[in-house]
């Protein structure tokens, strides 16, 4: 099960708290992710890594609605970014939401840190544990996360879909 809690961020100061744990850089990943229409508590989306010539079609259960940090996921690369988008249209799916991102991966002792840089929303860090123990994985999460000086203020539980059709309302109003 993959665990994970999402922190606002700024950013360069983010980044910085991380490399001064001594987490280490993994790879920079431009990423596109399409959203494909599918009732919550589930998520069907595919990504495409523009930077590293990558795409991966992914399935996801949110296990704790609301808080949004407990999925089951099931991916697979995919070769083909537009035909595998075809075959999902062919199945009945519409486009819902494009999420946008250029993003930092870290890795720290199991732990990976995700740092985003969201078009239309900023800066957001995901701190994920993949584990059994939902309550052992948090519990290392909330560790980091305080080193890197974060606290549940800084926790934005809502999905990046739902607050870029907040920006969206908003910016047409």
Do not use: H
């Not at 595919?46 to 940090?69: A, Q």
């Not at 993949?130 to 926790?155: F, H, N, Q």
């Amino acid at each position: 099960m993959e665990i994970e809690v999402k922190f606002r961020v700024d950013f360069w100061k983010a980044k910085r708290a991380i490399e001064s744990i001594g987490a280490e850089f993994v790879r920079e990943e431009v990423q596109e992710d399409l959203y494909l229409s599918i009732p919550l508590p589930q998520l069907l989306r595919i990504r495409r890594i523009r930077n590293l010539n990558r795409s991966f079609l992914t399935y996801k259960r949110i296990e704790d609605p609301g808080r949004n940090e407990e999925f089951d996921e099931v991916e697979v690369e995919v070769s083909d970014f537009e035909k595998t988008l075809e075959i999902m249209k062919c199945l009945g799916y519409e486009e819902d939401i494009w999420v946008r991102k250029r993003r930092l991966v870290y890795r720290l002792g199991g732990i990976t840190f995700e740092l985003n840089d969201v078009e239309g929303l900023g800066g957001f860090l995901d701190v994920e544990v993949i584990s059994d123990d939902v309550k052992d994985a948090k519990r290392r999460i909330w560790e980091v996360a305080r080193e890197l000086g974060l606290t549940e203020r800084d926790v934005e539980p809502r999905l990046y879909r739902e607050l870029l059709r907040e920006a969206n309302r908003g910016s047409k109003t």
